[in-house]
T-cell receptor, first 113, second 113 residues
Framework: ETGVTQTPRHLVMGMTNKKSLKCEQH?????MYWYKQSAKKPLELMFV???????ENNSVPSRFSPECPNSSHLFLHLHTLQPEDSALYLC????????????FGSGTQLSVL | GDSVTQMEGPVTLSEEAFLTINCTYT??????LFWYVQYPGEGLQLLLK?????DKGSNKGFEATYRKETTSFHLEKGSVQVSDSAVYFC????????????FGSGTRLSIRP
């Protein structure tokens, strides 16, 4: 148990659906991250939040919309996704932004049909 | 830009075999280097790290030595167990930009009893 919980574990959605991924951390950390894990590709950093403010946005399409209502919760809102967006989406946290040790959740396996 | 290249998997070994997973990196500065491990159905966990040249990181019988001259950080274990079956990610973090950890594409390791 790493203290970072993601729901749902699996999600299948059509290209016109709207869905949200949820991440919750119970570690008292100040920074939270979204990563995309695709087969045979490096992990891609999507968004970083520090103290509930977005500090990085790595050229992610606008069909992905993050939200951080407080330091314990992070959402990724999904809208009109493409099949190539199918991947494992991982949430992570660290004590502070810039800390080298990340704590990851188990991920949401997303399939876009 | 900075990058991490690791050997493609899957790697399949018998129990008690010697393990090497190769990792090389490209960086403009003097990064910290990491190995993360992802067990089935779980998120990534930090396995070991090294912060400067010739440092050796070790944990759970795994070792990796920071080799600046060859820009490498190969992961080794003398005698693998079935429980070591997982995906292993090599990663780096530039000290001047510690907010971003750059991951490799992962190497899947399967150990046969």
């Amino acid at each position: 148990e790493t203290g970072v919980t993601q729901t749902p574990r699996h999600l299948v959605m059509g290209m016109t659906n709207k869905k949200s991924l949820k991440c919750e951390q119970h570690l008292g950390h100040n920074a939270m991250y979204w990563y995309k894990q695709s087969a045979k590709k490096p992990l891609e950093l999507m968004f970083v939040y520090s103290l509930e403010e977005r500090v990085e946005n790595n050229s992610v399409p606008s069909r992905f919309s993050p939200e951080c209502p407080n330091s314990s919760h992070l959402f990724l809102h999904l809208h009109t996704l493409q099949p190539e967006d199918s991947a494992l989406y991982l949430c992570a946290s660290s004590q502070d932004w810039g800390e080298e040790k990340l704590f990851f959740g188990s991920g949401t396996q997303l399939s876009v049909l | 830009g900075d990058s991490v290249t690791q050997m493609e998997g899957p790697v399949t070994l018998s129990e008690e075999a010697f393990l090497t997973i190769n990792c090389t990196y490209t960086a403009t500065g003097y990064p910290s280097l990491f190995w993360y491990v992802q067990y089935p159905g779980e998120g990534l966990q930090l396995l070991l790290k090294a912060t400067k040249a010739d440092d050796k990181g070790s944990n759970k019988g795994f070792e990796a030595t920071y080799r600046k001259e060859t820009t490498s950080f190969h992961l080794e274990k003398g005698s693998v167990q079935v429980s070591d079956s997982a995906v292993y990610f090599c990663a780096l973090s530039e000290k001047s930009s510690a907010s971003k950890i750059i991951f490799g594409s992962g190497t899947r390791l399967s150990i046969r009893p």
